[in-house]
């Protein structure tokens, strides 16, 4: 059956980019295999979904012909196609009892092979928790993480140093293995990759010591991350090949690691927020500054400075100190608003009720 890539994102097919983005990393965080509520193929499916529609062509393609893309021969329509008939219970090895792989199927019962595709490792996803300055000035900070990565030994080969490559033994240096499968069709020939040399014909005569010849270890690992100026609560970063290693780096495709998810933590601030790249603040201020005019010390995330109060001014009117903002476009900064907010007093002394009455009589 045809895949909705909208549904499975949760958006409309009018959906901007940066809605389709939002959605994205919300459900990668939520379905991560490494969450309380992960699920693997939930995960693939939402990836799939997002490597699609954040692309302007395969979007444009999707949006013309569907997930199949465009067709011709099997074509779904008729005797001669399969249409919508589901063969997932055929790759699964359940269902129907079938073990079967049509990618398999249609690349050597038609003359052709079926594609290489370069191994990826496990994705993996922390969380960091920010304060309110760092989020706003970005930050450098540097993660501990115990995970699958390369062995630095053998620098990901599996050879001890100064080893020589024989051929293996398992597929005869051929880096394939030819496997006979009965389906429901007829018999079929297929052929996969040699697990034992991963496809290269060659296996090191002598194992690395370390990784024992697997080319990974399971090691703490140091990471610095570049959180960037004006992050938001909720965001998420990837960091392209921050995940798992895993075995095969010396294949034809190189193996690759897997991507690592950073969710963004930030902590509130006493006194400012956010609205875009400014920065919203509330102030009090005694009503006789309001009346007259005066001066207030407003500490912002630069230090503190002096801000004038007009002589007039009313409940609820706003102040801009410019560019002690949120930096963006690297040159440039948001301003900061203060909501001004006048303080009316509960208690009067003789003195000042006696003030006031008159600038009553004034009509004031």
């Not at 690759?256 to 201020?285: A, E």
Request: charged share 30%; hydrophobic share 30%; aromatic share 8%.
């Amino acid at each position: 059956m045809a895949k909705d890539y909208y549904q499975t994102l949760g958006v409309d097919k009018k959906a901007p980019k940066e809605e389709i983005k939002k959605a994205f990393r919300t459900l990668a965080h939520k379905y991560h295999p490494d969450k309380k509520t992960g699920d693997d193929a939930k995960f693939k499916e939402i990836n799939e979904a997002y490597s699609v529609l954040s692309d302007d062509n395969k979007r444009a393609q999707y949006d013309q012909f569907g997930s199949a893309g465009p067709t011709s021969g099997f074509s779904g329509q008729g005797t001669g196609g399969f249409g919508d008939f589901d063969f997932s219970q055929f790759t699964q090895g359940g269902n129907g009892g079938f073990e079967f792989d049509f990618g398999d199927l249609f690349g050597n019962a038609f003359g052709g092979s079926r594609r290489r595709q370069a191994k990826r490792g496990r994705d993996i996803s922390i969380d960091i928790e920010l304060s309110f300055e760092e989020s706003v000035f970005g930050v450098e900070r540097t993660v501990l993480l115990n995970k699958v990565s390369k062995c630095d030994v053998c620098d990901g080969t599996g050879a001890e140093k100064g080893s020589e490559m024989v051929k293996c033994a398992t597929c005869n240096g051929k880096g394939q293995i030819r496997e006979v499968k009965r389906t429901f069709f007829g018999q079929f020939e297929t052929t996969n990759t040699c697990e034992t040399c991963l496809g290269t014909g060659k296996v090191p005569k002598a194992k690395c010591q370390v990784c024992r010849g697997q080319g990974i270890l399971k090691k703490e690992s140091e990471i610095k991350v570049k959180i960037p100026a004006g992050i938001d609560n909720g965001e998420m970063i990837r960091l392209s090949g921050g995940g798992e290693a895993i075995s095969g780096g010396q294949t034809g495709l190189p193996a690759q690691s897997g991507d690592l998810y950073i969710k963004i933590y930030v902590k509130k601030h006493p006194i400012f927020r956010k609205d875009g790249h400014n920065l919203i603040m509330d102030l009090n201020i005694k009503l006789t500054d309001a009346l007259l005019g005066g001066e207030e010390t407003v500490n912002t995330l630069d230090g503190a400075i002096k801000v004038k109060i007009p002589e007039g001014i009313t409940h609820g009117e706003v102040l801009r100190i410019k560019g002690k903002g949120i930096p963006f476009d690297k040159h440039y900064r948001g301003d900061i608003l203060i909501k001004l907010h006048i303080s009316i007093p509960k208690k009067l002394s003789k003195e000042a009720r006696r003030v006031i009455e008159s600038l009553k009589k004034e009509g004031i």
